[in-house]
Protein backbone atom coordinates (compact mmCIF):
# COMPACT_ATOMS: atom_id res chain seq x y z
CA UNK A 1 0.00 0.00 0.00
CA UNK A 2 0.81 3.54 -0.96
CA UNK A 3 0.92 5.59 2.81
CA UNK A 4 -0.69 8.99 0.89
CA UNK A 5 -2.85 7.07 -2.15
CA UNK A 6 -4.34 4.26 -0.40
CA UNK A 7 -6.80 3.27 -2.89
CA UNK A 8 -3.68 3.13 -5.65
CA UNK A 9 -3.28 -0.44 -6.56
CA UNK A 10 0.80 -1.20 -6.54
CA UNK A 11 0.44 -4.02 -9.11
CA UNK A 12 -1.45 -2.07 -11.61
CA UNK A 13 1.14 1.52 -10.85
CA UNK A 14 3.26 2.10 -13.34
CA UNK A 15 4.49 4.16 -16.20
CA UNK A 16 5.34 3.41 -19.84
CA UNK A 17 9.11 2.81 -20.89
CA UNK A 18 9.21 5.14 -23.73
CA UNK A 19 12.94 4.70 -24.60
CA UNK A 20 12.41 0.81 -24.57
CA UNK A 21 9.69 1.98 -27.21
CA UNK A 22 11.57 4.15 -29.59
CA UNK A 23 13.86 1.17 -30.28
CA UNK A 24 11.07 -0.99 -32.45
CA UNK A 25 9.65 2.35 -34.39
CA UNK A 26 7.98 0.86 -37.64
CA UNK A 27 8.83 2.10 -40.55
CA UNK A 28 6.23 0.79 -42.78
CA UNK A 29 3.84 2.87 -44.79
CA UNK A 30 1.00 3.88 -42.57
CA UNK A 31 -1.94 1.83 -43.22
CA UNK A 32 -5.36 4.00 -43.74
CA UNK A 33 -8.52 2.71 -44.06
CA UNK A 34 -11.28 4.84 -45.48
CA UNK A 35 -15.29 4.68 -44.96
CA UNK A 36 -17.95 6.41 -46.21
CA UNK A 37 -21.75 6.60 -45.90
CA UNK A 38 -23.60 6.19 -48.96
CA UNK A 39 -24.43 3.73 -51.53
CA UNK A 40 -25.49 6.03 -54.19
CA UNK A 41 -23.11 6.23 -57.66
CA UNK A 42 -23.37 9.78 -57.77
CA UNK A 43 -22.11 9.64 -54.22
CA UNK A 44 -20.29 12.93 -52.89
CA UNK A 45 -19.35 11.29 -49.65
CA UNK A 46 -17.45 8.84 -52.14
CA UNK A 47 -15.62 11.51 -54.18
CA UNK A 48 -14.11 13.01 -51.20
CA UNK A 49 -13.24 9.85 -49.75
CA UNK A 50 -11.71 9.13 -53.26
CA UNK A 51 -9.33 12.61 -53.04
CA UNK A 52 -9.05 11.78 -49.92
CA UNK A 53 -7.04 8.53 -50.83
CA UNK A 54 -5.37 10.09 -53.77
CA UNK A 55 -3.59 12.92 -51.26
CA UNK A 56 -2.71 9.99 -48.96
CA UNK A 57 -0.96 7.76 -51.53
CA UNK A 58 0.52 11.14 -51.99
CA UNK A 59 1.60 11.27 -48.47
CA UNK A 60 2.88 8.02 -48.39
CA UNK A 61 0.37 5.51 -46.94
CA UNK A 62 -1.34 2.47 -48.13
CA UNK A 63 -5.10 2.87 -48.11
CA UNK A 64 -7.76 0.90 -48.44
CA UNK A 65 -11.60 1.86 -48.70
CA UNK A 66 -14.84 -0.11 -47.63
CA UNK A 67 -17.51 -0.23 -50.29
CA UNK A 68 -20.96 -0.85 -47.91
CA UNK A 69 -22.85 -2.28 -50.83
CA UNK A 70 -24.21 -5.32 -49.52
CA UNK A 71 -23.18 -4.86 -45.73
CA UNK A 72 -26.36 -6.20 -43.69
CA UNK A 73 -28.11 -4.11 -41.14
CA UNK A 74 -26.84 -4.41 -37.85
CA UNK A 75 -28.18 -7.58 -36.19
CA UNK A 76 -29.58 -8.35 -39.37
CA UNK A 77 -27.08 -11.00 -40.03
CA UNK A 78 -24.28 -12.98 -38.38
CA UNK A 79 -20.87 -12.04 -37.70
CA UNK A 80 -19.91 -14.22 -40.26
CA UNK A 81 -21.43 -12.66 -43.26
CA UNK A 82 -18.37 -11.85 -45.91
CA UNK A 83 -18.86 -8.02 -45.73
CA UNK A 84 -19.21 -8.14 -41.81
CA UNK A 85 -15.84 -10.24 -42.10
CA UNK A 86 -13.93 -7.62 -44.62
CA UNK A 87 -14.94 -4.72 -42.77
CA UNK A 88 -13.52 -6.03 -39.30
CA UNK A 89 -10.40 -7.36 -41.00
CA UNK A 90 -9.79 -4.56 -42.51
CA UNK A 91 -10.10 -2.14 -39.12
CA UNK A 92 -7.34 -4.78 -38.00
CA UNK A 93 -5.34 -3.82 -40.85
CA UNK A 94 -5.71 -0.37 -40.32
CA UNK A 95 -3.20 2.44 -38.03
CA UNK A 96 -5.68 5.07 -39.13
CA UNK A 97 -8.89 5.76 -40.60
CA UNK A 98 -11.28 8.36 -42.32
CA UNK A 99 -14.66 8.62 -41.81
CA UNK A 100 -17.15 10.58 -44.33
CA UNK A 101 -20.48 11.10 -44.28
CA UNK A 102 -23.22 13.14 -45.93
CA UNK A 103 -24.85 15.07 -43.44
CA UNK A 104 -28.81 13.44 -43.84
CA UNK A 105 -32.11 15.21 -41.33
CA UNK A 106 -29.03 16.82 -39.67
CA UNK A 107 -27.18 13.58 -38.63
CA UNK A 108 -24.85 11.18 -40.27
CA UNK A 109 -26.49 8.67 -42.45
CA UNK A 110 -27.69 4.88 -41.48
CA UNK A 111 -24.88 3.54 -43.99
CA UNK A 112 -22.74 5.28 -41.84
CA UNK A 113 -23.77 4.46 -38.83
CA UNK A 114 -24.38 0.83 -39.61
CA UNK A 115 -20.31 0.58 -40.59
CA UNK A 116 -19.88 1.90 -37.45
CA UNK A 117 -22.04 -0.43 -35.14
CA UNK A 118 -20.82 -3.71 -36.62
CA UNK A 119 -16.94 -3.18 -35.62
CA UNK A 120 -16.81 -4.12 -32.16
CA UNK A 121 -14.75 -2.71 -28.92
CA UNK A 122 -13.44 -6.19 -28.59
CA UNK A 123 -12.41 -9.53 -30.57
CA UNK A 124 -11.45 -11.84 -27.82
CA UNK A 125 -8.20 -9.87 -26.25
CA UNK A 126 -7.97 -7.89 -29.66
CA UNK A 127 -9.87 -4.10 -30.06
CA UNK A 128 -9.87 -3.17 -33.64
CA UNK A 129 -9.98 0.32 -33.02
CA UNK A 130 -8.29 1.32 -29.67
CA UNK A 131 -5.58 3.25 -30.05
CA UNK A 132 -6.27 3.84 -34.21
CA UNK A 133 -5.86 8.02 -35.17
CA UNK A 134 -9.43 8.92 -36.85
CA UNK A 135 -10.53 11.64 -39.44
CA UNK A 136 -14.28 12.95 -40.08
CA UNK A 137 -15.37 15.06 -42.46
CA UNK A 138 -19.09 15.56 -44.46
CA UNK A 139 -20.72 16.34 -47.51
CA UNK A 140 -23.69 18.65 -47.60
CA UNK A 141 -26.61 19.55 -49.82
CA UNK A 142 -26.67 23.08 -48.70
CA UNK A 143 -25.28 25.31 -46.02
CA UNK A 144 -22.39 23.85 -44.21
CA UNK A 145 -23.18 22.39 -41.20
CA UNK A 146 -21.09 20.10 -38.72
CA UNK A 147 -23.72 17.66 -37.18
CA UNK A 148 -22.38 14.68 -38.99
CA UNK A 149 -18.44 15.31 -37.70
CA UNK A 150 -19.58 16.12 -34.21
CA UNK A 151 -21.62 12.87 -34.00
CA UNK A 152 -18.63 10.48 -35.71
CA UNK A 153 -16.18 12.48 -33.08
CA UNK A 154 -18.57 10.78 -30.11
CA UNK A 155 -18.12 7.88 -31.89
CA UNK A 156 -14.74 8.06 -31.96
CA UNK A 157 -14.35 8.41 -28.46
CA UNK A 158 -16.40 5.95 -27.76
CA UNK A 159 -14.43 3.28 -29.94
CA UNK A 160 -11.11 4.76 -28.10
CA UNK A 161 -9.43 5.87 -31.26
CA UNK A 162 -7.33 9.22 -31.24
CA UNK A 163 -9.69 11.98 -33.56
CA UNK A 164 -7.16 14.76 -34.82
CA UNK A 165 -8.47 17.95 -33.98
CA UNK A 166 -8.56 19.36 -37.94
CA UNK A 167 -12.09 18.34 -39.56
CA UNK A 168 -13.49 18.76 -43.16
CA UNK A 169 -16.76 19.66 -43.48
CA UNK A 170 -18.00 20.78 -47.73
CA UNK A 171 -21.34 22.92 -48.66
CA UNK A 172 -23.37 22.48 -51.46
CA UNK A 173 -20.86 19.70 -52.39
CA UNK A 174 -22.91 19.43 -55.77
CA UNK A 175 -20.99 22.30 -56.68
CA UNK A 176 -17.54 20.94 -55.70
CA UNK A 177 -16.62 18.15 -57.97
CA UNK A 178 -16.55 18.52 -62.05
CA UNK A 179 -18.28 15.89 -64.45
CA UNK A 180 -15.91 13.26 -63.65
CA UNK A 181 -15.96 12.84 -59.93
CA UNK A 182 -12.94 15.38 -59.21
CA UNK A 183 -12.57 18.35 -56.78
CA UNK A 184 -12.46 21.66 -58.37
CA UNK A 185 -10.13 23.73 -56.51
CA UNK A 186 -11.19 25.32 -53.21
CA UNK A 187 -10.98 26.25 -50.11
CA UNK A 188 -13.08 23.10 -49.46
CA UNK A 189 -10.25 21.62 -50.94
CA UNK A 190 -7.50 22.98 -49.48
CA UNK A 191 -9.12 22.06 -45.75
CA UNK A 192 -9.20 17.76 -46.96
CA UNK A 193 -5.56 18.29 -47.71
CA UNK A 194 -4.85 19.98 -44.33
CA UNK A 195 -7.12 16.92 -42.98
CA UNK A 196 -5.10 14.25 -44.19
CA UNK A 197 -1.82 15.88 -43.76
CA UNK A 198 -2.68 16.02 -40.16
CA UNK A 199 -3.73 12.44 -40.22
CA UNK A 200 -0.93 10.86 -41.47
CA UNK A 201 1.12 13.05 -39.36
CA UNK A 202 -0.54 11.95 -36.07
CA UNK A 203 -0.77 8.71 -37.44
CA UNK A 204 3.30 8.30 -37.63
CA UNK A 205 3.49 10.01 -34.21
CA UNK A 206 1.32 7.73 -32.58
CA UNK A 207 1.12 4.19 -34.02
CA UNK A 208 4.35 2.91 -32.05
CA UNK A 209 2.88 4.43 -29.09
CA UNK A 210 -1.18 3.48 -29.44
CA UNK A 211 -0.25 0.65 -26.74
CA UNK A 212 0.97 2.94 -24.48
CA UNK A 213 -1.94 6.09 -24.91
CA UNK A 214 -5.08 3.22 -24.37
CA UNK A 215 -3.20 1.41 -21.33
CA UNK A 216 -5.57 1.88 -18.46
CA UNK A 217 -4.97 1.37 -15.03
CA UNK A 218 -8.24 -0.12 -14.04
CA UNK A 219 -7.71 -2.46 -16.86
CA UNK A 220 -4.06 -2.93 -15.15
CA UNK A 221 -5.45 -3.12 -11.73
CA UNK A 222 -8.57 -5.43 -13.06
CA UNK A 223 -5.74 -8.29 -14.47
CA UNK A 224 -3.41 -8.12 -11.46
CA UNK A 225 -6.29 -8.77 -9.02
CA UNK A 226 -7.23 -11.83 -11.27
CA UNK A 227 -3.48 -13.14 -11.47
CA UNK A 228 -2.95 -12.44 -7.68
CA UNK A 229 -6.07 -14.34 -7.21
CA UNK A 230 -4.91 -17.27 -9.25
CA UNK A 231 -1.67 -17.24 -7.43
CA UNK A 232 -2.98 -17.62 -3.97
CA UNK A 233 -5.47 -20.17 -5.07
CA UNK A 234 -2.38 -22.76 -6.26
CA UNK A 235 -0.29 -21.74 -3.10
CA UNK A 236 -3.58 -22.42 -1.12
CA UNK A 237 -4.23 -25.97 -2.89
Given at each position: ????L?????????L?D??????S?????????????????Q??S?????????????F???T???H????P??????A??P???E?????????????????????M?G?????ID???????A??PT?G??L????V?????S??????????G??M??L?I??Q?S???????????????????????V?V??E?V????L????S??L????S??????EKL??RV??????
Amino acid sequence: MIPDLPNLSPLADRLPDLAAREQSRATHPPRILLLYGSLRDQSYSRFVTLEAERLLRHFGCETRIFHANGLPLPDDAEASHPKVQELRELCLWSEGQVWTSPERHGAMTGVMKSQIDWIPLALGAIRPTQGRTLAVMQVSGGSQSFNAVNQMRVLGRWMRMLTIPNQSSVAKAWQEFDETGRMRASPYYDRIVDVMEELVKFTLLTRDLSGVLTDRYSERKESAEKLEARVSLSAAV
